[in-house]
Each structure stands twice: as structure tokens, then as C-alpha cells.
């Protein structure tokens, strides 16, 4: 069974930092592209990045462009996003999504999610 | 970047068929999927490649694509399928290529 687990939520002021961390189960994670997603309060979803299974490719959301890397860890079966330069408007559900192994991708597989609050 | 536009709600009662639309730029030339979310809960994805069903979704869910409209189409709609409905696709010639639809609220009524 295919899980994806974040963690890493929490609040944190304006400026500052914080890391999000998936671990992934039940595939052959380093297979797979991966994804994050993103949900602000009573808002729609919005796509923050992508990372291909080797790290070779990744892009990113403009809005959150130099301020949020991702990256991931194949010998861990784990993904990251390093959040930077938090603002308000970062506040969100933010969850990782498995893509496709190669090419264009949907997101097939979501964990639950991990809250960010960005707040002074 | 490439916008996709979906209606904000959508009412059907008990039955009937639901038809929720998601328009872009020759989005027919583009692979759309469709994902359900129910309130606090992570979403699903409903219809991939315009028209394939994941395992275990009912055969009920149907999706179509044709010029600047992709359709997701719920026949026979239960309670249960009152949720937010999101169109997606993964423009390859931008450097941002994830994009979701705005969303679409299914009322049942």
C-alpha cells in the first residue's frame, strides 16, 4: 500500500524558515517523480514544486521561486522542502503527492498533509 | 502561464448527472485529470488522462476532451459525491508546469 507521510508543520513568524518532510512507503520511491501541493485556508489547490526520481529536473511554483528548495533522499525514501523568507500568504496544508515516473505528470497518491502557519 | 477555469458550483440532485467543466487553451491538446476533495480530507485523484478511472473509483466517473473544454462527467450522483472537484495538467513548455482549475463545488441537493 502506497503512504505518504508529512511532517514538519507548524507556525513560524514571517522570515523565518521551516522544513517539510515526507516519507514515502509501499513503491519504489526512487521510481517516481514527487510533488508538492499546497492549500491555503478555504482556498484551492495550488502545485508549489516537482522533483524528478533522479533530482535532474526540478521546478517550482513562481511564488515561492528562490525562497523554497525541494530535494529528496532515495536511500531514505524521503522528500523535503526547505521553506525560506516565510510569508503570510505561505500559510497552508501543504502535502506531497507521488508523479509519474517519467514525463508529464498528475499526481496519483497524496499523504494527509502538514499545517504551516506563517503568523507574528 | 496556462490558466485553467472551472465553475465555482455545481447542483444536481440524487440520480441525475453532474457535468463539471474545465476550460483552457487548446486544453484538448493537453492530458487533464480530475481530483475529488471532501471537506479536511487529502484529495483523490478521480480520472486520469482525460478519460481513465484509477482502481477502485466507480465506473460512474467518466471524463472527456475535445478543443478548449475538459469535461468530468458523474452519472447517477450519490450523497456521497458532494465534494470539491479539481481539473489538472502539466504544461510541458513552461519552467512552472503544474496547474490546477480553480475548483468546482458539487451540490447535491
Known amino acids: 500500500e502506497v503512504q505518504l507521510v508529512e511532517s514538519g508543520g507548524g507556525l513560524v513568524q514571517p522570515g523565518g524558515s521551516l522544513r517539510l518532510s515526507c516519507a514515502a512507503s509501499g513503491f519504489t520511491f526512487s521510481s517516481y517523480s514527487m510533488n508538492w501541493v499546497r492549500q491555503a485556508p478555504g482556498k484551492g489547490l495550488e502545485w508549489v514544486s516537482y522533483?524528478?526520481?533522479?533530482?535532474?529536473?526540478?521546478y517550482y511554483a513562481d511564488s515561492v521561486k528562490g525562497r523554497f528548495t525541494i530535494s529528496r533522499d532515495n536511500a531514505k525514501n524521503s522528500l523535503y522542502l526547505q521553506m525560506n523568507s516565510l510569508r503570510d500568504e505561505d500559510t497552508a496544508v501543504y502535502y506531497c503527492?507521488?508523479?509519474?515516473?517519467?514525463?508529464?505528470?498528475?499526481?496519483?497518491?497524496w499523504g494527509q498533509g502538514t499545517l504551516v502557519t506563517v503568523s507574528s | 502561464s496556462y490558466v485553467l477555469t472551472q465553475p465555482p458550483s455545481v447542483s444536481v440532485a440524487p440520480g441525475q448527472t453532474a457535468r463539471i467543466t474545465c476550460g483552457g487553451n487548446?486544453?484538448?491538446?493537453?492530458?487533464v485529470h480530475w481530483y475529488q476533495q471532501k471537506p479536511g480530507q487529502a484529495p483523490v485523484l478521480v480520472v486520469y488522462d482525460d478519460s481513465d478511472r484509477p482502481s477502485g473509483i466507480p465506473e460512474r466517473f467518466s471524463g472527456s476532451n475535445s478543443g478548449n473544454t475538459a469535461t468530468l462527467t458523474i452519472s447517477r450522483v450519490e450523497a456521497g459525491d458532494e465534494a470539491d472537484y479539481y481539473c489538472q495538467v502539466w504544461d510541458s513548455s513552461s519552467d512552472h508546469p503544474g496547474v490546477f482549475g480553480g475548483g468546482t463545488k458539487l451540490t447535491v441537493l
Open positions: 503527492a507521488r508523479g509519474r515516473p517519467v514525463g508529464a505528470t498528475l499526481f496519483d497518491y
Open positions: 522533483i524528478s526520481s533522479s533530482s535532474s529536473t526540478i
Open positions: 487548446n486544453i484538448g491538446s493537453k492530458s
